[in-house]
């Protein structure tokens, strides 16, 4: 699978910058560059397993609930992944710092199914 580096990662031998794609074949190598933060997934795709939790502000009467996702969760996450989210949930945040990137993201109201 494709990956973006999300700081300076040797994988395999090979050097990779930040925003560099690294094609890394081994699930237990990947989970692991995932778990610390040095890979991320790239833009549209989330790594496997990988939910937020939506803090519901209007129960919902067709199955799809309204609210805000969990700001603890989001301050967790690496900033490649976080400009990600934003990019995919509309959000202009090109310039924001990851402080104001989680402040912009935790405030957009998001729909989930229920």
């Known amino acids: ?42 833009p549209g795709e989330y790594a496997p397993g990988e939910t937020l ?23 967790a996450m690496p900033k490649a992944q976080l400009l990600t989210l934003a990019e995919n949930m509309g959000l202009d945040a090109k310039d924001l710092t990851k402080a104001k990137l989680v402040e912009a993201i935790a405030a957009a109201e998001v729909q989930a199914e229920v």
């Open 53 to 75: 939790t939506v803090e519901v502000q209007q129960e919902p009467d067709d199955g799809t609930a309204t609210g805000h996702l969990n700001k603890e969760e989001l301050e």
């Open 1 to 42: 699978m494709i990956y973006t580096a999300n700081s300076t990662v040797t994988v395999e031998g090979k050097s990779y910058r930040p925003g560099d794609s690294v094609d890394i074949q081994d699930a237990s190598t990947a989970d692991e560059l995932l778990a610390v933060g040095f890979i991320v997934t790239p």
